[in-house]
Structure formats: structure tokens, C-alpha cells
């Protein structure tokens, strides 16, 4: 089993910030990346940030700088810090890990966190 729980968020002035966290914990051999999403109301689920092993990132382009995600392979924890926030940012924020729960088998799964809530709003 896995469990993937994440923590944070809340409500934020624009221009404000926010500090997303999440593990990753259960039966874990190795995490391939793990990366934080967002779903805003009637849209699609997006791709807001990631981290693999080696620490290579990656961000969406309307992060613009603004946000810097991190991670602790030890502790198998991800986090993402939302500086400068607009309310376009508002959101519920998913943690996403890329694992492999058995040694021998090559293909990694995705697992997501149930999500958080970011409201920006002044």
C-alpha cells in the first residue's frame, strides 16, 4: 500500500505566499519524480511542477519564476513555495509520485495525493 498525503495551502492575499508539503509513505522501493498539479474549477487537471532523483525540475509556464519546488529523497517528502501568487493560482493542489513499490519491476506507478485547496482572494 501506498499513501500519499499532503499538507498546507489555505488562503493567501494576491501577491502573498503558500507552502504546499507532501510524503509519500507505505510500501516504497524508489520514487522516480514527484511533482505537484492543480485543477481549477471546470478545467482540467495541470501539470504545475516537478522534481525527479536527481533533483532536475521542471515547471509549467505560468509559474513564471514564481514558485520553486524541493525534495527530501530521504524523507520522500515534495514541496512547492508559491511566492507572488495571482488569483488565477486559485486551486486544488495534487501531489503526484512516481514510484516503484518492488525491486525488479521497471515501470513506475503514479500516485496522487487527495488534494488541498489554495484560495487567493483579497
Known amino acids: 500500500q501506498v499513501l500519499i498525503e499532503e499538507s498546507g495551502g489555505g488562503l493567501a492575499q494576491p501577491g502573498g505566499s503558500l507552502s504546499l508539503h507532501c510524503v509519500a509513505s507505505?510500501?516504497?522501493?524508489?520514487?522516480?519524480?514527484m511533482g505537484w498539479f492543480r485543477q481549477l474549477p471546470g478545467k482540467q487537471r495541470e501539470m504545475v511542477a516537478s522534481i525527479v532523483a536527481n533533483g532536475r525540475t521542471r515547471y509549467a509556464d505560468f509559474v513564471k519564476g514564481r514558485f520553486t519546488i524541493s525534495r527530501d529523497n530521504a524523507k520522500q517528502t515534495v514541496s512547492l513555495q508559491m511566492n507572488n501568487l495571482e488569483p488565477e493560482d486559485a486551486a486544488v493542489y495534487y501531489c503526484?509520485?512516481?514510484?516503484?513499490?518492488?525491486?525488479?519491476?521497471?515501470?513506475?506507478?503514479?500516485?496522487w495525493g487527495q488534494g488541498t485547496q489554495g484560495i487567493v482572494s483579497s
Open positions: 503526484n509520485v512516481e514510484l516503484i513499490q518492488h525491486a525488479g519491476v521497471w515501470s513506475p506507478d503514479k500516485y
Open positions: 507505505g510500501t516504497i522501493y524508489s520514487i522516480y519524480a
